[in-house]
């Protein structure tokens, strides 16, 4: 049962009783879906467990030990009416109720295609699509005040599809405006695909989705059906789809069986929440980042990204640190995250914003729908450790997080009870994520295909950092770091220097992970030339102190006006009166040579 679940998640043919499962190139994502089929066979099991029992044969001595949970089993189910949000979702209506419709939860792709391609089977394909996946027709409409899905049929619906001839020089404005479009949740459809022909072989297909239908890891699957239905379309007929296992509603009746009642001690909710109460107890309610202005009384959520790409010498050294230390590359971004920032003045106590999956069962894996959660990684900076020894608390902190997911994040902020603020997001305002690379969609309809550049407006938090692994022409691994960024709090100037310090940061550590992160040197030798230059600043002074320079001043222009305060002026003869007297008071009080005297000015 192991070995299947290690060559399912990997996608391999067949895997050795004694094969490490982090070096045939698992991580913490893919731990957690190895979790999921354990658990669907009855077996208790941790992502602590699949990092400490790397290997199938001692997973499997480890799980035998164990008796079998009672999980409930997702399948589909009878429905309610009316059929309850998933907790997700209610928290994304309930900023829409508050906040009006907007963009910050836009989630765009735009693809650049280029070859041939069939318009009329495109759009097909698309309906084929909605019509698989419920969510995709799913609308939020309220019921005595209360929000609901409602599930529209595939015949009520129209395919949300536009093809438009578009000029070269106006496509990055084309896509840009497209990736900003409103959804009203009881009305819209929360896709829409827009097909933008820049010539007869060279399109960009912008597919536009809300994120209350959707996250991240379901573009995935959205692309792979859309690619099967095309191919099928093309072909003259419907696609043969394997049937899907469950829809999104049932996954929220699902989850709202799973966590259970909060009052209930042996819930799973009460087990979590308790945790999270502990873990996260005494948080700082705001780390100092260094921003150009202070926050405004209302965010605009208006951001931009700065994208950089690491060197590929320096993701390999990456790669042999995540070997040598047994954590995962997400492990290792998040300590340089926390360090960069602990550096810059943040503190020793970081908290973070990670996203995960939220797919904690095998039913999941090719269902398109909005099942992410985000957790808060604290990260102790204390004792001026080294990156070996930060690496270690970090690796501990994201395992514990990993095995208490099914929690909301709501449901967290709610059992902590913050500080509440509209300023800033609460618990965390730094966001670090890392996408170990997904479906290869180079061949999408037939067609050359690569993403287009996409510069979203939106900004959740004060910084959003993705690190995104990718292949270089020649094959090669390299890595991407994007830091999007709220311009309410930064420029751009300052989130690019931030992202160079980081990578610096990366360097250095992973040259030497024994160094202390104190003595990392994240000043570059230009900044270092800039500095010298700046601080220059000699130049000739007349000789004596300031009271001999008064004095003469007094002798040569004892009329003119000296000081300005409101309606009171001072020439510099009465100036010198006012010091003497103001000199003698402070000698009747006792103040004598090498005491020193505060002014208030």
């Known amino acids: ?82 059929l309850p949000l998933s907790f997700a979702q209610q928290r994304l209506w309930f900023l829409d109720q508050m906040e009006g419709p907007g963009d910050t939860y836009n989630l765009p792709l735009a693809m650049r295609l280029r070859g041939p391609l069939d318009v009329s089977a495109l759009e097909s394909a698309v309906g084929d699509v909605i019509a698989r996946h419920e969510t995709l027709r799913t609308v939020i409409r309220q019921h005595e005040g209360e929000p609901h899905q409602h599930v529209l049929s595939p015949d009520e619906v129209s395919v949300p599809f536009n093809a438009v001839d ?12 497209a990736a900003t479009e409103l959804f009203s949740l009881a009305e819209d459809l929360p896709l829409r695909v827009s097909l933008l022909k820049v010539s007869e072989d060279d399109h960009v297909l912008m597919v536009l989705m809300h994120h209350i239908a959707t ?36 996954y929220t009746l699902w989850q709202h069986q799973l966590l259970g009642d909060p009052h209930d001690p042996t819930s799973l909710t009460h087990q979590q929440t308790n945790h999270w109460r502990t873990t996260l107890a005494h948080l700082p309610e705001e780390i100092p980042l260094p921003t150009d202005r202070p926050r405004p009384p209302t965010p605009s959520h208006q951001g931009d990204t700065v994208e950089v790409s690491l060197p590929v010498d320096l993701v390999a050294r990456m790669d042999e640190l995540v070997q040598e230390s047994g954590a995962t590359m997400f492990m290792v971004v998040h300590a340089a995250v926390a360090a960069l ?38 990260t102790d900076l204390t004792g001026t450790p080294t990156f070996t020894e930060l690496l270690e608390r970090t690796k501990e902190s994201d395992l514990f997080a990993l095995d208490h997911t099914d929690l909301p994040f709501d449901s967290v902020v709610e059992a902590l009870n913050p500080e509440r603020s509209l300023t800033r997001h609460p618990l965390f305002q730094t966001m670090v994520a890392y996408e170990g690379g997904g479906p290869d969609l180079t061949r999408l309809f037939g067609t050359e295909a690569t993403e287009h550049p996409l510069r979203s407006g939106a900004a959740k938090f004060d910084l959003d950092i993705l690190f995104r692994r990718v292949r270089t022409d020649s094959g090669a691994d ?124």
Not at 359 to 372: P, Y
């Open 1 to 82: 049962m192991v070995a299947r679940a290690f060559t399912e998640v990997l996608g391999l043919e067949s895997v050795g009783a004694e094969d490490d499962f982090f070096v045939l190139g698992g991580h913490s994502l893919l731990a957690t879906r190895v979790v999921a089929r354990v658990r669907a066979t009855g077996a208790e099991c941790s992502v602590r467990d699949v990092f400490e029992a790397r290997t199938v044969a001692a997973l499997a001595a480890r799980l035998a030990e164990r008796s079998a949970i009672q999980r409930p089993a997702l399948t589909a189910a009878t429905r309610p009416d009316p």
């Open 341 to 378: 920032l602990h550096r810059l003045g943040a503190g020793d106590d970081i908290p973070l914003g990670s996203p995960v999956a939220g797919r904690g069962d095998e039913a999941l894996d090719g269902l398109i729908g909005f099942f992410v959660n985000t957790v808060v990684l604290r």
């Open 478 to 601: 390299a890595m991407t770091c994007g830091v999007r960024f709220a311009t309410d709090l930064f420029d751009r100037s300052t989130v690019e220097g931030l992202a160079d310090r980081l990578l610096r940061l990366l360097g250095q550590a992973v040259a030497d992970p024994g160094q202390k992160i104190a003595d990392f040197e994240l000043i570059s030798t230009a900044e270092r030339t800039l500095l010298a230059e700046w601080n220059t600043t000699e130049h000739p002074i007349p000789p004596g102190t300031v009271l001999d320079v008064l004095a003469d001043q007094i002798t040569a222009t004892p009329h003119e006006t000296a000081i300005v305060a409101g309606t009171t002026r001072l020439t510099f003869a009465e100036l010198g009166t006012a010091s003497d007297q103001l000199a003698r008071h402070l000698i009747n009080q006792g103040i004598g040579r090498e005491t020193i005297v505060a002014l208030a000015l």
């Open 215 to 250: 996250d991240e890891w379901s573009m995935g699957p959205l692309l792979t059906d859309l690619n099967t239905a095309y191919t099928a379309r093309t072909n003259g007929h419907t696609p043969n789809f394997t049937p899907l296992p469950v829809q999104y509603a049932d």
């Open 166 to 177: 578009v000029p070269a020089a106006w496509l990055t404005e084309t896509v840009e405006l």
